[in-house]
């Protein structure tokens, strides 16, 4: 059972925008930012939102993060096969001193 | 360029100890905390502790408490994580990673894993 809460499915067709959510508590997204990653078979994840809506270096602009209170969102439209893989939310719990993170969401390009 | 260089697959008993390495390089080593995060097959991420490798203070998961030690070398710029009495349950791939800051969840630079296996 995981801190963060996702959906362990989502679906698209190429060019369809598909929405991951997360939600936490007062003590890990409440209070501290939120990193998305996606993660391809057999590789480290790689990080591709931080501090909330921040993108890293050469992210797409069709990728895109939010948080609102004690939950955070990841968006992709534009849907590309390439998009296919396991997504995860990340944050600090301040009550669990260390970082939680989401069960992981995995994507599909249908 | 950054890089953390793991140490190679493992494979132990239960019950037994077993200790990993994570070798930084292309940075000041002091300069970052170092987490680890484990992923047994096919299951998510989960987090086992971070190092502060200039002061060498370790906080860990309460999930690991009392069975896993994290300890720096500064002349080698290395970090390892012993963790003991292991399960079944242990059998996972774990992760070096480097954080850019002490409570921070971003990790730009990965190592590329070390799977351990615990069998009979």
């Known amino acids: 059972q995981s801190v963060l809460s996702q959906p362990p499915s989502a679906s698209g067709t190429p060019g369809q925008r598909v929405s991951i959510s997360c939600s936490g508590t007062?003590?890990?997204?409440?209070?501290?930012?939120v990193t998305w990653y996606q993660q391809l078979p057999g590789t480290a994840p790689k990080a591709l939102i931080f501090?909330?809506?921040q993108p890293s270096s050469g992210l797409p602009d069709r990728i895109s993060g939010s948080k609102s209170g004690t939950s955070a969102s990841l968006a992709i439209s534009g849907l590309q096969s390439e998009d296919e893989g396991d997504y995860y939310c990340?944050?600090?719990?301040?009550?669990?001193?260390?970082?939680?993170f989401g069960g992981g969401t995995k994507l599909t390009v249908l | 360029q950054v890089q953390l260089v793991q140490s190679g697959a493992e494979l132990r008993k239960p019950g037994a100890s077993v200790k990993l390495s994570c070798k930084a390089s292309?940075?000041?080593?002091?300069?970052?905390?170092i987490h680890w995060v484990r992923q047994a097959p096919g299951q998510g991420l989960e987090w086992v502790g971070i190092?502060?490798?200039?002061?060498?203070?370790?906080d860990y998961s309460q999930t690991f408490q009392g069975r896993v030690t994290l300890t720096r070398d500064t002349s080698t710029s290395t970090v390892y994580m012993e963790l003991s009495s292991l399960r079944s349950d242990d059998a996972a791939l774990y992760f070096c990673?480097?954080?850019?800051?002490?409570?921070?969840?971003?990790?730009?630079?990965w190592g590329q894993g070390t799977l351990v296996t615990v069998s009979p």
């Open positions: 190092i502060n490798p200039n002061s060498g203070r370790a």
């Open positions: 990673a480097r954080g850019q800051g002490a409570r921070a969840s971003y990790y730009i630079y």
């Open positions: 501090s909330n809506n």
């Open positions: 007062s003590s890990n997204i409440g209070t501290n930012t």
């Open positions: 292309g940075y000041t080593f002091t300069s970052y905390y």
């Open positions: 990340a944050s600090w719990d301040d009550s669990l001193n260390g970082v939680v």
